[in-house]
């Protein structure tokens, strides 16, 4: 299912929506992790294919040209005077948190009294990153790491990252300026298998 489609790229271009289910490229299925992995080929071709899927309970065609095209792990669009939508894309790289506090200044700088966090297609990512983007919102829950020979908390206070109750001091550990949303927030989000990694 196609959850957002970036202004002037091909798929806008081509006419498809969020919401879109797409069903085939050519005669390929693109069902499964196989299905995937021939999307994103076709994307790095710059070939032009067609892409089937449906809209409503309705078959449409569209014939698109692959392209690769970086997106932002967050971007910020306002859905009216006082509504923020702050799109989140991955946890899986540095700087990801320190992007959600400053997205969120911003926003109550233009205005924003209460927020949607879009949360569809983030596949997870790094401990570090989620923690202190969580800590942007609320007050994150403490993790509790279990293995075989150890136990480790992990945690958030005032925009660092703790590890059983002390604060690192390595790259992506903290964020500066932390900000705190205080208006109230809604979170879309579509059930996927989230992953999320150890820094």
Not at 39 to 63: D, K, M, P, Q, Y
Not at 72 to 93: E, K, N, Q
Not at 139 to 168: F, H, K, M, N, W
Not at 181 to 194: D, N, Y
Request: charge should be positive; hydrophobic fraction near 40%; proline fraction near 7%.
């Amino acid at each position: 299912m196609i959850t957002e489609v970036l202004p002037g790229t091909p798929a806008d271009l081509a006419g498809l929506r969020p919401g879109d289910l797409m069903t085939h490229l050519g005669q390929l299925p693109l069902d499964g992790e196989w299905g995937m992995a021939k999307l994103f080929a076709a994307a790095r071709s710059a070939r032009t294919a067609e892409l089937t899927f449906e809209r409503h309970g309705r078959v449409r065609t569209a014939s698109l040209a692959g392209t690769l095209v970086e997106t932002p792990p967050v971007s910020l669009d306002m859905l009216d005077d006082r509504t923020a939508l702050i799109r989140l894309r991955t946890f899986d790289s540095i700087g990801v948190a320190q992007d959600v506090h400053n997205t969120l200044r911003r926003a109550e700088l233009l205005g924003a009294t209460r927020a949607v966090l879009d949360l569809r297609g983030n596949p997870g990512g790094l401990v570090t990153e989620t923690m202190l983007a969580t800590g942007a919102l609320t007050q994150p829950a403490p993790l509790r790491e279990v293995t075989r020979i150890s136990t480790e908390l992990y945690s958030y206070d005032r925009g660092r990252y703790l590890t059983g109750g002390q604060a690192e001091t390595g790259t992506g550990t903290r964020v500066f300026k932390p900000q705190r949303f205080t208006g109230p927030w809604r979170c879309w989000l579509i059930p996927t298998r989230p992953v999320v990694r150890s820094s």
